[in-house]
C-alpha cells in the first residue's frame, strides 16, 4: 500500500482516483470542487480540505489538471505541493499540457529534491473508470520505475516515452494523429454512403482492409456499426470537441517551436476550431460526423 495524494477530480480524475483505490492504496483526495471530494470519499478515498493536507504525508502525488499553468502553480506556486510534500516524495502530473511546461515542472521538481514524471493518457472517461488508461510517462529511468506501480493501478498499457516531457509528446503527437483520422474516418463514411453504400456495409468492408484504423473500428463517427460509440448516443461525449481542440492547439504550439511540419494537424485543428467557434464544445469529437455531413 502506498500513501497517495490525488488532486484533480474532474471527468478523467474521479475514475483515476478511484481505481487506485481499488488497488488498495491509501488515497487523500482534493479538489476545489468539494462535490467532487464526496464523490471520492464515498468511493474510499479520504477527503482532505487543502493541498498541504492531501500531500503532508504522501509517498506519492498524482495530479490531473486543465492546463500547464495549474500544474506548475498547484506544485510550485505559494502554499504548493513542494512547500508540504515529505522529502523523497514522487510527483506524477497526468495532466496534458504543454512539453515546455512539463519540462519546466521537472527542472523545478528536482531543484527543490523530487523526483518527477509527465505521465498523459488516452483512453478517455470510460477507460479511466475502468482502469483501463493508457499512459505515457517522461522522466528518469529511476522515477519511471518507482511512478509504474502506482500507474499501474489505473491504467492498462504503461509505457516509458523516455526523458522529461515525452510523455506529454507522445501525448500530443498521437492525439493530433486522432484528431485527422476522425476526420478522415468521417469523410470516408459520407462519401460511401453518397455512393450507394450504407455505414454496416463500407465498415465490414473497410475494417478488415487497408483503411482500418481506431477510429473507424472502436469510435466509429457513423451511427450503427460499433454500439458503443457516442455516434450512437447523439454525440454526447466521451472526448469532447473542446478537449481535443485543446490538444490540437499544443500540437501546433510544438510543432512550431520545433520546426516540424503538420499541414494535416493544421487543418484538422482549423475544422475543430470552426465546431467551438459554432458553439459545440461539449459535443463528443467525432461529431465532426456532422460537420462533414453539412448537419452543423
Given amino acids: 500500500m502506498t500513501r497517495i495524494a490525488f488532486i484533480g477530480l474532474g471527468n478523467m480524475g474521479a475514475g483515476m482516483c478511484a481505481n487506485l483505490v481499488k488497488a488498495g492504496h491509501d488515497v487523500a483526495a482534493f479538489d476545489l470542487n468539494a462535490d467532487a471530494v464526496a464523490a471520492a470519499v464515498s468511493k474510499g478515498a479520504r477527503a482532505a480540505g487543502s493541498v498541504e493536507a492531501a500531500v503532508r504525508n504522501a509517498e506519492v502525488v498524482v495530479s490531473m489538471l486543465p492546463a500547464g499553468k495549474h500544474v506548475l502553480g498547484v506544485y510550485f506556486g505559494p502554499d504548493g505541493v513542494s512547500d508540504h ?171 512550431r517551436a520545433a520546426g516540424a511540419d503538420i499541414r494535416l494537424g493544421e487543418m484538422a485543428e482549423a475544422i475543430y476550431q470552426s465546431l467551438s467557434d459554432a458553439g459545440h464544445d461539449g459535443l463528443d469529437f467525432s461529431g465532426v460526423m456532422r460537420r462533414v455531413k453539412g448537419e452543423i
Fill in 85 to 255: 510534500a515529505p522529502p523523497g516524495a514522487l510527483f506524477i502530473d497526468c495532466s496534458t499540457i504543454a512539453v515546455t511546461d512539463a519540462r519546466e515542472a521537472h527542472a523545478k521538481a528536482e531543484a527543490s529534491g523530487f523526483r518527477m514524471v509527465d505521465a498523459p493518457v488516452s483512453g478517455g472517461t470510460a477507460a479511466a473508470e475502468a482502469g483501463t488508461l493508457t499512459f505515457m510517462a517522461g522522466g528518469t529511468a529511476e522515477a519511471y520505475a518507482q511512478a509504474e506501480p502506482v500507474l499501474k493501478g489505473m491504467g492498462k498499457n504503461i509505457f516509458h516515452a523516455g526523458a522529461a516531457g515525452n510523455g506529454q509528446a507522445a501525448k500530443i503527437a498521437n492525439n493530433m494523429l486522432l484528431g485527422i483520422s476522425m476526420i478522415a474516418t468521417s469523410e470516408a463514411f459520407n462519401l460511401a454512403e453518397k455512393l450507394g453504400l450504407d455505414a454496416q456495409t463500407f465498415f465490414n468492408i473497410s475494417s478488415v482492409s487497408s483503411g482500418q484504423c481506431w477510429s473507424m473500428t472502436s469510435y466509429c463517427p457513423a451511427p450503427g456499426p460499433v454500439p458503443a460509440a457516442p455516434s450512437n448516443r447523439d454525440y454526447r461525449p466521451g472526448f469532447a470537441v473542446a478537449m481535443m481542440l485543446k490538444d490540437l492547439h499544443l500540437a501546433g504550439d510544438a510543432a
